[in-house]
């Protein structure tokens, strides 16, 4: 196993230094003690073509009726706070299969996507929105602090941001935990993760469901 470099910032807050979190056959994982990110050090991650080659394995179709629950528990909150009105909006790291950008179209939303891998268009990421969506996307950023802060720059005052992914609950939890055993998952966040960055950021944070957060931007 790869010796652990504990001098490495939390990719997350950018200061905090990680501690021993948990270590199973494959990886091990430290704990930021300034915002609590769970996250495997950089010498396990995958590289860029053997990420794909896992995404590539994923069949998320903009038609499956239960692909289209499980987005709703974040899709439904969110369109209750955009109202009526028709808004712009970004489904970042939407994979190869949009399914939420179809749902928030039908609802009335012009969507714009971003993959790295599979809509890769820089065009996208010097536009302004209204919401911006990241699902099962920042459990795989190996920075997700600066994704994020792009992200947030992108919304208009006012504007939502909408994650979901999985949260950490403690130690002995994570301990058995599936979400680990993907090897593209290398940042946990937990309601501690979420509650640091919208108070370092000033949004509104509200969680919407056991796995998603509402993020509002403040208008001033």
């Not at 712009?88 to 179809?102: E, I, K, M």
């Not at 969680?207 to 509002?216: F, Y």
């Amino acid at each position: 196993m790869p010796v652990v470099d504990s001098s490495c910032p939390c990719p997350l807050c950018g200061y905090g230094r990680g501690s021993h979190f948990h270590r199973d056959r494959r990886r091990e994982y430290l704990r930021c003690p300034v915002c609590a990110l769970v996250y495997v050090p950089p010498a396990w991650h995958l590289d860029a073509a053997a990420e794909k080659a896992v995404y590539d394995l994923h069949e998320n179709s903009p038609d499956d009726p239960g692909y289209r629950r499980f987005l709703s528990r974040l899709a439904t909150p969110l369109l209750a706070q955009l109202g009526g009105r028709s808004a712009l909006g970004l489904d970042f790291g939407c994979g190869p299969g949009p399914a939420l950008v179809q749902m928030l179209r039908e609802a009335g939303h012009t969507v714009s996507v971003y993959d790295p891998y599979y809509f890769p268009d820089p065009a996208v990421l010097a536009v302004d929105y209204d919401f911006i969506t990241a699902t099962e996307v920042v459990e795989h950023l190996a920075a997700p602090g600066v994704e994020l802060a792009r992200l947030w720059k992108l919304l208009h005052p006012g504007g939502v941001l909408g994650v979901m992914t999985k949260l950490v609950i403690d130690q002995q939890a994570f301990a058995r935990w599936h979400y680990t055993s993907d090897a593209t998952h290398i940042c946990f966040f937990s309601q501690q993760s979420w509650r640091w960055w919208a108070l370092k950021v000033g949004a509104e944070l509200e969680q919407v469901a056991a796995d998603a957060v509402l993020l509002r931007k403040p208008h001033s």
